[in-house]
Nanobody
């Protein structure tokens, strides 16, 4: 099992920025893919951005391309920089780990999840 600890989030007005970070408890194949998902109020959880361990390969949801940036400074730590935030970006953001990254950002390869952190964007 991979334990994931998130930090960051909070409240901001539209157009503002927030950053999230996540530290995984392992540095092996189980954290080969680290990513961010979110669950807007009353909606299903959705993929936001994924990062492949040991490479520059990243995947983004269309809704965040050009505004959000995922990065890793080690095999265990992943960040999400969120700029130009919109009210529709509001939700609980989760860090997750998988042995591989799905290009379509689907949920099912992800076997371990963080506790989630709230992001609220007001208009």
């Amino acid at each position: 099992q991979v334990n994931l600890v998130e930090s960051g989030g909070g409240s901001v007005k539209a157009g503002g920025s927030l950053s999230l970070s996540c530290i995984a408890s392992v540095d092996d194949y189980r954290s080969a893919c680290l990513g961010w998902f979110r669950q807007p109020p009353g909606k299903d959880r959705e993929g936001v951005a994924l990062s492949v361990r040991g490479s520059d390969v990243t995947y983004y949801a269309d809704s965040v391309k050009g505004r959000f940036t995922i990065s890793r400074d080690s095999a265990r730590t992943v960040y999400l920089q969120m700029n130009s935030l919109r009210p529709e970006d509001t939700g609980i953001y989760y860090c997750a780990a998988a042995t591989w990254c799905p290009v379509d950002l689907r949920l099912n390869p992800f076997h371990d999840w963080g506790q989630g952190t709230q992001v609220t964007v007001s208009s």
